[in-house]
């Protein structure tokens, strides 16, 4: 069963401090992307990598970073965190064929910053 | 980017009763997709419906594709307690194949 797995199901972090969420998927998939979703807002995207080494910023990178050293992995990195960074994270990847199949997500990261 | 919207927001119906969520856009797309999300997990691709196609069907879900209209809608048949979730759609912006993902649909179905 191909599975794409977020490391923490819930997190409580302190203002100020530096987090990392993580994301692993065995589809050998190209694409991995890093969403949060609050609620009224829906899925809103932070960074997305088509590629080891790659990033590209989406439509919310204020704040975040991310990395993907190797192709399984891709981390999100809050670099101090702050409240309004309050939210589900949800990793997701997808096949290289950008027209075919969708996305398959792992089961969420909700994180909770004080 | 463009968001697709559901509509509408809530949906609550009986067991066994068929369920239609509708998803608007604005620019023209390559694809559009479905997805549930269970409360507190992730989301689960339903659908995947290409521009030039107008209908698909998968079990108990039937997906149609207007462009001309820019909408769509993912109708459950014969729903039962365990489609109790959110359905979102996702459309790219024609130019790029990433999706952005409406506010989605909380549908309830009552045993």
């Known amino acids: 069963d191909v599975k794409v797995t977020q490391s923490s199901r819930y997190l409580v972090k302190r203002t100020g401090e530096k987090v990392f969420l993580e994301c692993v998927q065995d589809m050998d998939h190209e694409n991995m992307f890093w969403y949060r979703q609050d609620p009224g807002l829906g899925l809103r995207l932070i960074y997305f990598?088509?590629?080891?080494?790659?990033?590209e910023k989406g439509d919310i990178p204020e704040g975040y970073s991310v990395s993907r050293e190797k192709k399984e992995r891709f981390s999100l990195i809050l670099e101090s965190a702050s409240t309004n960074q309050t939210s589900m994270y949800l990793c997701?990847?997808?096949?290289?064929?950008?027209?075919?199949?969708?996305?398959?997500f792992g089961s969420g990261t909700r994180l909770t910053v004080v | 980017s463009q968001q697709g919207e559901e509509d509408p927001q809530a949906l609550s119906i009986q067991e066994g009763e068929n369920a239609t969520m509708n998803c608007s856009y604005k620019?023209?797309?390559?694809?559009l997709q479905w997805y549930r999300q269970n409360s507190g997990r992730g989301l689960v691709h339903l659908i995947l419906i290409r521009s030039n196609e107008r209908e698909k069907h998968s079990g108990r879900l039937r997906v149609t594709l207007d462009t001309s209209k820019k909408s769509s809608s993912l109708l459950i048949t014969a729903s039962r307690a365990a489609d109790t979730a959110s359905y979102f759609c996702a459309t790219d912006d024609g130019g790029s194949y990433i999706p952005t993902f409406g506010r989605g649909t909380s549908l309830i179905v009552h045993p």
């Open positions: 990598s088509y590629d080891v080494k790659m990033k």
């Open positions: 620019t023209s797309i390559n694809n």
């Open positions: 997701a990847s997808s096949q290289p064929d950008r027209t075919s199949g969708g996305y398959t």
